[in-house]
């Protein structure tokens, strides 16, 4: 029971990392029916430029947590500003021509463009994130936690919830809800949706590079660290539904804790394969989603 109860706590670290991602996927679908498939390298961005910020300010003598937090802000920055490139260069002009496969490659390609810049800025071999928090477990009833573990949890609820709440209660969130429920009123209603949608793209990267920072003192770092992360996200994505900011939280803990049960109960062999084929029977049985509302189309 106590080995089972180890593997859930670890479980729903890994899932809260999933979510994050698949949050920023729910965000760009719900204002402009499209997904940024390059989400993967936000993140691989995120935590590289994170690692070389704070690799600088410890350099100057400043200790790990206060240069965790001062790096944060530039995280997040960096994340706004990549996101909103993907959306200027990749996917504004194929929503414009209605062109499905158009955003489809074009995320997909400046994904790959990311990954190419990341290798040669930063090299091919993994690096280490120095953790802002102390690497010895913690122990509840006998469940060891790692304190960064904890970290991830808490930093991706409140990720969440701050975006949530600012949609709800901010002027500009309210015009993303606005676009999101019907992008063609709220552009007659004087809502500039071309900017909500770039927004979205912002916010979405922004997620996924704030995600990268949070799973990399617990990982290793480097340039392909974000494409199994990035695809894990969508299968979640498309489990919990990309209508629902709840049913992607709830997918990455079912596919976090199902993935470490596989892995340790069966074979580290098939710890994917639980996940690929909860995709498929809920792509089967109800493609909107666990939670997802089927959208119903007028003619």
Excluded: C
């Excluded at 500003?81 to 499905?100: M, P």
């Excluded at 009833?141 to 609820?157: D, F, N």
């Excluded at 660290?225 to 992607?248: D, E, H, P, Q, T």
Aim: charged share 10%; net charge positive.
């Amino acid at each position: 029971m106590q080995i089972l109860a180890q593997l859930i706590v670890s479980g729903i670290s890994v899932g809260m990392v999933y979510g994050v991602i698949a949050f920023g996927y729910q965000l760009t679908f719900s204002t402009s029916k499209t997904l940024n498939f390059g989400q993967g390298e936000a993140l691989m961005l995120g935590a590289l430029v994170g690692l070389t910020t704070i690799n600088f300010l410890i350099g100057h003598a400043i200790a790990t947590l206060p240069a965790f937090l001062l790096m944060l802000p530039v995280v997040l920055a960096f994340g706004l500003l990549q996101g909103a490139v993907v959306e200027f260069f990749g996917v504004r002009q194929a929503v414009k021509a209605k062109s499905d496969a158009g955003w489809i490659m074009a995320t997909i390609a400046l994904g790959v463009v990311f990954k190419n810049m990341a290798e040669n800025i930063w090299g091919h071999d993994a690096l280490r994130f120095p953790s802002p928090l102390p690497e010895a477990a913690l122990s509840f009833g006998g469940v060891r936690v790692q304190p960064m573990e904890i970290a991830i949890v808490v930093g991706a609820l409140l990720l969440m919830v701050a975006v949530e709440v600012f949609n709800r209660k901010s002027i500009y969130g309210k015009a993303v809800v606005a676009t999101a429920n019907d992008r063609d009123a709220a552009g007659l209603m004087g809502i500039d949706t071309r900017l909500v949608i770039m927004f979205s793209y912002a916010l979405s990267s922004m997620t996924a590079a704030f995600a990268g920072v949070l799973v990399a003192p617990v990982t290793l770092t480097g340039a392909t660290m974000g494409a199994v992360l990035g695809l894990k996200a969508f299968a979640v994505a498309i489990i919990g539904g990309l209508s629902s900011g709840v049913g992607v939280v709830v997918g990455g803990l079912i596919l976090g804790v199902v993935e470490n049960l596989t892995g340790f109960y069966i074979s580290t062999g098939y710890k994917d394969v639980p996940g690929l084929l909860l995709l498929l029977l809920v792509l089967s049985l109800k493609p909107a989603g666990l939670f997802g509302a089927a959208a119903i189309k007028k003619v």
